[in-house]
């Protein structure tokens, strides 16, 4: 697995949750409120960094029940207001995974880096949900083009 371990500086974000889980409908009506409001608020669409806070593993949890929350890093001087929330993606260590295929693809991508990687990493998964950093529309292009996070403490 080619995973590369990267040190992240605190990114503040403006945050809003899937209402259905990780159902794909859901997840997109989440991304589409949420561009336009970072349009809105000066960060253009081509310069927006895009990370999805995903809570739950879908082979465990029902696809609807699982917590998604999508998020937009944004600048210390950018108010946040409802229906979004202001959160931020901590400083520290990172695995990351490069992944490029279709969405259906995408759990195994996830969990290879736990059942693959991390036994011989001297990591363990710190308590912090995976991100997904988007690098693509998978709308526009057929297939989902992304970096997978997982936060790292060392063993």
Not at 35 to 53: H, L, M, P, T, V
Not at 56 to 80: F, H, L, M, W
């Amino acid at each position: 697995m080619n995973i590369e371990v990267r040190e992240l500086d605190r990114q503040r974000v403006c945050t809003l949750a899937s209402q259905r889980g990780y159902e794909p409908e859901a997840i997109y009506e989440a991304w589409d409120k949420l561009i336009d409001w970072a349009s809105n608020n000066g960060i253009k669409q081509d310069e927006q960094r895009r990370f999805a806070f995903a809570f739950d593993n879908p082979t465990v949890t029902p696809v609807d029940k699982c917590r998604y929350t999508a998020s937009v890093v944004i600048g210390e001087n950018i108010q946040v207001k409802q229906p979004f929330s202001l959160s931020e993606i901590p400083k520290g260590k990172y695995a990351v995974l490069y992944f490029k295929g279709s969405p259906e693809e995408t759990i195994k991508a996830q969990l290879s880096i736990y059942s693959d990687w991390l036994p011989d990493s001297g990591f363990e998964p710190d308590n912090f949900p995976m991100l997904e950093r988007y690098l693509n529309d998978a709308r526009i292009d057929g297939h989902v083009e992304m970096e997978i996070h997982v936060k790292l403490k060392e063993i």
